[in-house]
């Protein structure tokens, strides 16, 4: 039995699948290495497909060398979109990190498996909060209806700004490193003033070795008050959401 395969239809199709694997193997939470390889290559034609009557009306000519420099252009502008995205999920790392510096809890890193480095304890934490805190509130797709933008907004014979990527990705460390500290930073105030009345006892008391106290002091105001801190999380997830959005609108020109 013979077959009619549309070249271009399916050249479409690849292309786009090319940019949504670049895009999944940067952008949390689909960049996890719980999801298998296969599956997240399955995952990326399946989105591509829905897309495919905007993708086939923006092939270019079907010729080798534009076809490889258009998969190059796919991979940079999926491993951009992720990359945004994944630099305002990083806030909520940043702000577990954080609480582990100020509490001493860095002393107890760990390789975690998953990202495969060394991970503190409040900073992977959050990190699996937020990841379960995404999926639950189904944030997961608004991410996802973000990137589908991108194919409207940024076809495949599209050029890509590389002015308005450095713009997004001074704003987005600017804004990572903010909402680290306003999620993180009440608990780090008290810290500090944990830290600042444990040095005016020794003051007053040198003998009382206060600072070796201030250990166990600290790690138990950090496990008192980590859940005040982490009631924030749905908040500051929300807006990490719009902002990841946004900024993938913004990039693709939308």
């Known amino acids: 039995m013979n077959a009619d395969v549309p070249i271009a239809e399916l050249l479409a199709i690849m292309?786009?699948?090319?940019?949504?694997?670049?895009?999944?193997?940067?952008?949390p939470?689909?960049?996890?290495?719980?999801?298998?390889?296969?599956?997240?290559?399955l995952l990326s034609v399946g989105?591509?497909?829905?897309?495919?009557?905007?993708?086939?009306?923006?092939?270019?000519?079907?010729?080798?060398?534009?076809?490889?420099?258009?998969?190059?252009?796919?991979?940079?502008?999926g491993a951009a979109l992720g990359f945004i995205t994944a630099l305002l999920f990083a806030a909520l790392q940043a702000a577990g990190d954080l609480i582990d510096v100020f509490g001493g809890?860095?002393?107890a890193m760990a390789f975690d498996p998953l990202s495969l480095s060394q991970s503190s304890i409040f900073g992977?934490?959050?990190?699996?909060v937020a990841i379960t805190l995404l999926f639950a509130t189904e944030g997961h797709q608004l991410v996802l209806r973000g990137f589908l933008q991108s194919y409207?907004?940024?076809p495949l014979n599209a050029m890509f700004s590389m002015e308005t990527f450095s713009k997004l990705l001074i704003e987005g460390i600017g804004e990572m490193f903010l909402a680290a500290l306003q999620i993180a930073g009440p608990l780090i105030a008290v810290l500090f003033l944990t830290d600042v009345?444990?040095?005016?006892?020794?003051?007053?008391?040198?003998?009382?070795?206060?600072?070796?106290?201030?250990?166990?002091?600290?790690?138990?105001?950090?496990?008192?008050?980590s859940g005040t801190a982490i009631a924030m999380l749905p908040g500051a997830l929300d807006a990490i959401v719009d902002k990841a959005v946004s900024a993938?609108?913004?990039?693709?020109?939308?």
């Open 15 to 27: 292309l786009g699948a090319v940019r949504a694997g670049a895009w999944m193997m940067i952008c």
């Open 29 to 41: 939470p689909f960049n996890s290495r719980m999801i298998p390889g296969p599956v997240k290559a």
């Open 47 to 77: 989105i591509a497909l829905p897309m495919a009557p905007y993708l086939r009306g923006t092939l270019p000519s079907i010729e080798t060398s534009e076809i490889i420099a258009c998969a190059a252009l796919q991979v940079f502008i």
């Open 105 to 107: 809890f860095t002393l």
């Open 124 to 128: 992977r934490f959050y990190n699996l």
């Open 152 to 154: 409207e907004a940024l």
């Open 197 to 225: 009345a444990f040095g005016l006892l020794n003051r007053v008391a040198p003998a009382l070795n206060a600072f070796q106290l201030g250990f166990p002091a600290k790690i138990f105001l950090v496990l008192t008050l």
């Open 248 to 254: 993938v609108v913004q990039l693709t020109g939308g």
